[in-house]
């Protein structure tokens, strides 16, 4: 898209509902089409891109493939005093967590600690809205989600893990909480994506060929080559660690343990969910909050004045203002999807 290309503005609210119209038009039922609609609209609302708009044409293509139920619905297990599982059977991660959020959060605040397992889920969103919620409740959250098999292993010479992000979200007794929510690849998969359509170099040490050898080129990454994981060996530890929570422990699948070969045009990587959820105020007092805004006025001191989650809640209040700015030429594809048949 040209920087000149013209622009039009749409409300958090409509842009949800244009959403879910697309979602539910496209084989989904109405609860899972509000879950990924909301999930969608606050990415782009937040600047998101890579998990914006941008995800639409991958998750009509995997409803049209029937690689992903769109209206499956949740099973919610309850496991243990701190310990909830769920089924998702086959469908998308986000309705499977709406479904076992209010017991999730009950038992957080009994035990001080929970646990949710979601299986047989496909997650291809960003990860920070399913955490963020949380924190505005006063608790803190953690998440970890496993993808497909396009990150090298340390040492490695074939892809194996997903971009395995983990996202962390904390109150804070003053402004909005601390979240974050990052890959554990050098670079989001989405992000390689966008620079491939719109003709970006990527940094060096990000990814590899299909020959294995080092790569700048998005689309070089793309087509048969694969993502290095951040910081080396470091980066690689933690994607196997996300690897053995969001699979091994959920009873999901690995990063490269599904086959959608059968399945032309899935993009939904079909895997497994870990949250984990904490209610600070069983701790060491009731002052987490406070202790959080303690080590941000350091942080501050030190230099370091932008914290995790601060662009994007910049982002959301601009959008509050002046609504969400899309190009007209996207909005109107948005609004022939909302209509027109795959």
Known sequence: MTPDAPMESISFAELSALLAA???HHGTSPEVARCLAENCASAQRDGSDSHGIFRIPGYLSSLA???VDGRAEPQVEDLAPAFISVDARGGFAQPALAAARPLLEAKARTAGIALLAIRNSHHFAALWPD????????LVALSFVNSFA????HGGHSALFGTNPIAFAAPRAQGQPLVFDLATSAIANGDVQIAAREGHQLPEGYGVDQQGQPTRDPKAILDGGALLPFGGYKGSALSMMVELLAAALTGGHFSFEFDWSGHPGAQTPWTGQLLIVIDPSHGAGNNFAERCEQLIGR?????????????????????ELHGIQLPAVELSKLRQLAVAGT
């Open 131 to 138: 955490v963020e919620p949380f924190a505005q409740q006063g």
């Open 299 to 319: 942080m501050h001191t030190a230099g370091q004045l932008r914290q995790p989650g601060d662009r994007r809640y910049q982002q959301r209040a601009q959008a």
């Open 22 to 24: 697309i979602f539910e």
């Open 65 to 67: 493939s029937g690689w």
């Open 150 to 153: 396009c990150v090298v292993p």
